[in-house]
């Protein structure tokens, strides 16, 4: 018989504000590299004294921590200055933090202590994403127009109430993101399991941008309603049209990845189709199909995107008891504004 292999347990730490695939991606990286990860997270008040405010409090980045289907624990009012204290009161092995350096209000690297002890790894950041480049994002979708190549988007118009509104309507979503994405990264990302025999397979769809707490409460309770939990994500054009203005904000490929970092998702659907049709259904043996608590927009053609499951009596509307919406996060960014602008030009100049 082959011995047991000795458990390793790694430690990550962050503020976590925002959470996006980038920093799912440093967790699944950090995880690769033991089997057990303990994510501990700052409060708010340490966030403050060091970086500014956070937009999300420290319950709602709590939870979406635990959201992520790499992480096996997390560890509420961790300090911001890694110890070496630490890691031994919760028996990790070493530290994990990306390529980019933390630093406090004075000017420390918050990782000195276990780099001088040698118990420090590096994983590569993702590039072409962030917590300020996506906080810049929702902040340039206060302005009148957003220049993208030759032509200009105006957001000073009056939103349809269909998906019928001007096809001259142009989202920078892209013109916003950097994130290069491959078929390597969804690999990464994605569990690979099809559902088993018997399985009951729930289908929900929708933008999912700016993956939050309303989002990973809605799929925690829709994953209730079976075994296997499919998401459908819309494409850009479409979730430019039912939401209108600069939306969306993350483009689809970046939507994918946030949306496969759930621990309740099997399954995404990338550019679902905006109609539940019945071939959809078939194709992958639905046996439940949910929305929230959302405004449903009609089809282009005026019909209920949900016809087919109402008629299947296979729909349900479900409340998650979240009313955590994209629009309240870029709500608490305009709120925050001067305060937001200072910290990405801080962080700016720090990298000249």
């Known amino acids: 018989m082959s011995e047991k292999k000795a458990e390793v347990r790694v430690w990550c730490d962050g503020c976590y504000d925002m959470v996006h695939f980038g920093h799912a991606n440093s967790l699944r990286q950090a995880k690769a ?34 959201g992520i289907k790499w992480v096996d624990e997390v560890v509420v009012g961790a300090p911001y200055v890694t110890t070496l204290e630490t890691l031994d009161k919760y028996n990790c092995d070493f530290c994990v933090h990306g390529d980019d350096i933390t630093m406090t209000a004075d000017g420390v690297d ?17 590039a072409g994403v962030s917590t300020t480049d996506l906080v810049g994002r929702m902040l340039l979708m206060t302005r009148q127009h957003f220049k993208q190549g030759d032509s ?18 142009r989202s920078p979503w892209t013109g916003c993101s950097k994130f290069l994405p491959t078929t390597q ?19 929900v769809a929708g933008a999912f941008d700016l993956f939050h707490v309303g ?13 296997y939990l499919i998401v459908g994500l819309h494409t850009d054009p479409a979730v430019n049209k039912y939401k209108c203005g600069n939306h969306p904000i993350m483009n689809l490929h970046e939507r994918v990845l946030s949306v496969l970092a759930c621990k309740f998702v099997n399954e995404v659907v990338i550019g679902a189709p905006y109609e539940v049709t019945k071939e959809l259904m078939e194709h992958f043996n639905v046996s439940v199909v949910c929305h929230g608590k959302t405004l449903i927009v009609p089809c282009e053609n005026g019909a209920d995107p949900y016809a087919e499951p109402k008629r299947q009596n296979k729909f349900k509307l479900l409340d998650s008891g979240n009313t ?26 720090s990298k000249k």
């Open 324 to 349: 955590m919406t994209t629009e309240k996060i870029v709500e608490r960014i305009i709120l925050h504004r001067s305060e937001e602008l200072r910290t990405i030009i801080k962080k700016l100049r």
């Open 185 to 203: 990264k969804i690999i990464q990302f994605s569990d690979g399991k099809s559902p088993q025999p018997g399985d009951k397979v729930v289908y």
């Open 110 to 126: 918050t990782y000195h202590l276990v780099k001088a002890a040698g118990r420090y790894r590096e994983v590569q950041r993702t």
């Open 33 to 66: 590299l033991g089997n057990y990860l303990v994510v501990g997270v700052h409060t708010d008040e340490e966030i403050s004294k060091h970086k500014g405010p956070p937009v999300f409090t420290e319950e709602e980045r709590y939870k979406m921590v635990r």
């Open 152 to 169: 200009e988007y105006s957001i000073d118009h009056e939103p349809s109430k269909s998906m019928g509104q001007d096809k001259t309507a």
């Open 215 to 227: 989002h990973l409460d809605f799929l925690d309770v829709a994953k209730k309603e079976g075994d």
